[in-house]
């Protein structure tokens, strides 16, 4: 696995995807979500290649990249750009299921693997788990098994968005306490998390217990002068 290291500001994305309407689509919905801008498009692996080598490789933190591309594949592109030298991120996007696909898109590096088709949420789940595992990966020196254990949680969290929900579980509540909990300055109780969200106390526990469990919320207690600790939560 090799994170990419481009300055501050929104992640640059590059989308390639031989379908231009399909690439117009993903774009669109890149740009929707906060911390990430479209970097460009492509519609083969050459032209992904021509991208990534011209002026504007050092400003691409990450390639959402299809599979079937005209010219090549793109687990075929992905051990080309590695030889290369060129270490920018990939989460492939793209129809090919078969196991062994994903299993080659595991060893060859790519960080995520997203299904087609797909819903907005689903992609938003995995852009905001990647940028959890940067966030994660920031600064020098050693981790201690907190850190690592949050950076290996950042990147599994990005599986489980709201698209991907348990049954009985609705993807607007878990977007409504995602929202709250996002725009907290510290961490919140499960009572403050539902009167922001105009939940009940039980809801707003189911869904960040449910939240927690898959890497995107992470628990932590406080203590009083008596009683038991209260559970606090806030985003990863």
Do not use: D, K
């Given at each position: 696995?090799?994170?990419?290291?481009?300055?501050g500001g929104p992640l640059e994305v590059l989308v390639v995807d031989d379908d231009v309407r399909v690439a117009?689509?993903?774009?669109?919905?890149?740009g929707k979500v906060a911390g990430f801008r479209v970097a460009g498009?492509?519609?083969?692996?050459?032209?992904?290649l021509a991208?990534?080598?011209?002026?504007q490789s050092s400003h691409v933190d990450l390639v959402l990249l299809d599979h079937y591309l005209p010219d090549e594949t793109g687990l075929s592109l992905v051990r080309r750009l590695r030889q290369l030298g060129h270490h920018t991120d990939i989460i492939m996007v793209t129809a090919a299921r078969d196991i062994a696909t994903v299993q080659a898109a595991m060893r060859h590096g790519a960080l995520q693997y997203l299904v087609k088709?797909?819903?907005?949420?689903?992609?938003?789940a995995k852009l905001e788990g990647y940028a959890a595992l940067r966030r994660a990966l920031e600064g020098d020196g050693e981790a201690g098994q907190d850190q690592v254990d949050r950076i290996f949680g950042a990147l599994g969290g990005a599986s489980a968005g709201p698209a991907e929900l348990p049954k009985g579980h609705s993807?607007?509540?878990a977007d409504l306490v995602r929202e709250v909990l996002r725009g907290a300055e510290g961490p919140l109780s499960a009572q403050e998390v539902a009167e922001r969200a105009s939940l009940?106390?039980?809801?707003a526990q189911r869904y960040l217990k449910l939240l927690e469990r898959t890497g995107r919320v992470r628990l932590s207690l406080k203590y009083g002068e008596t009683g038991r600790p209260e559970h606090r939560y806030d985003w990863v």
């Open positions: 696995m090799t994170l990419g290291t481009g300055p117009r689509v993903n774009a669109a919905y890149v498009q492509a519609h083969t692996a050459a032209e992904a991208f990534l080598e011209g002026t088709p797909f819903t907005f949420a689903g992609l938003r993807a607007l509540t009940s106390r039980q809801t």
